[in-house]
């Protein structure tokens, strides 16, 4: 058995209990695998494409549906190549420069990994 208190994700609790292989709460009952907390956690400040692709700084995406652009008259098209892009934090977490739309922001769940 662990020594150490593990707090509960859910409700915050520590008073908490070894279940092997899971760990659970007293207080909500809450059941969870310390492991797999660790490796979502982990990926948590990582960006994935369409393929659960992970995403860097500088990589080359293609826009895997149509995307409509407020106040523009046509859709960033299917199959659009995007060059460079940088990685932010929020709703759209792509921003690049596209040809003939300019600076935009994208959605990582719409693009795959050039």
């Given at each position: ?91 759209h ?20 990994k050039a």
């Amino acid at each position: 058995m662990s020594e150490t208190v593990v707090p509960c994700p859910k409700c915050g609790s520590e008073f908490t209990y070894e279940n092997p292989p899971l760990m659970a709460c007293t207080q909500c009952f809450y059941e969870w695998n310390p492991e797999e907390l660790a490796k979502e956690k982990e990926n948590a400040n990582k960006t994935f494409d369409i393929n659960g692709n992970e995403l860097h700084d500088g990589d080359d995406v293609i826009v895997m549906k149509d995307l409509p652009v407020k106040g523009m008259p046509k859709p960033v098209k299917a199959g659009t190549k995007v060059k460079n892009i940088r990685l932010v934090d929020g709703d759209h977490d792509i921003d690049c420069k596209i040809d003939g739309f300019g600076k935009m922001g994208l959605k990582s769940e719409f693009v795959k990994k050039a």
